[in-house]
């Protein structure tokens, strides 16, 4: 396999509290994200913090979707890196967003697998 | 939880290829990496591919460590991401980068949770 890879970093803010807190919701979304970029998924690990926040992983062929959320600051810090050139990050990163309700969001896509390490492209909303 | 976060993201190059290969060993490096930085473990998910390569995550109170590792171009494509001022990323990267046996790699600090999005320090060997 290529080690050619798409890393997208998000940060989303005024997020949805509600959805924040909702381990299973964010699963789910998480798997259908993944799904919804054309990758396949391999293993799905969440966890549920006290009183607030979810981590989560969720591991595909093509490498890993994760999130971290701060239901208390309205924040998700959300990672969709993907191997290869057929999967498009951002497809999974838009429906993150949109399911979250993010009202802001800040992005970079660190291209990885690719020798010296350089930020692509810087996109802002 | 405070949002502030270091997020290490590491290009390992010429790696042990048996070392990359080995599912149960880059398991057992990843959570001793977590514990080594003082990180509290939480969930940890790996899976194996064929005939190459792993992809796992070790989902620590402070948010993540990931690898996927490409035993046929000696590459480990490694992120290592703690929230809090605590814990310092950079150790469990070195002690991975060490256990791997990588003869070169590339670092970069992407601060997460403060806002805009922007590249810290670049280190490279």
């Excluded at 997020?15 to 798997?31: A, G, P, Q, S, Y």
Aim: glycine residues 6%.
């Amino acid at each position: 396999m290529d080690t050619m890879g798409r890393h997208v970093i998000a940060e989303l803010w005024e997020c949805n509290l509600d959805i924040l807190n909702d381990m299973e919701r964010l699963e789910k979304t998480f798997v259908n994200a993944a799904l919804k970029a054309g990758a396949e998924v391999r293993e799905v690990a969440f966890h549920k913090f006290a009183p607030f926040g979810v981590s989560g992983v969720v591991i595909i062929s093509e490498s890993h979707l994760t999130i971290h959320s701060f239901p208390e600051h309205g924040y998700a810090s959300i990672d969709v890196y993907t191997c290869g050139d057929i999967i498009d990050p951002h497809v999974a990163v838009q429906f993150i967003e949109d399911e979250l309700e993010a009202k802001t969001s800040e992005k970079i896509e660190v291209p990885r697998g690719m020798g010296a390490v350089q930020i692509q492209n810087i996109k802002a909303q």
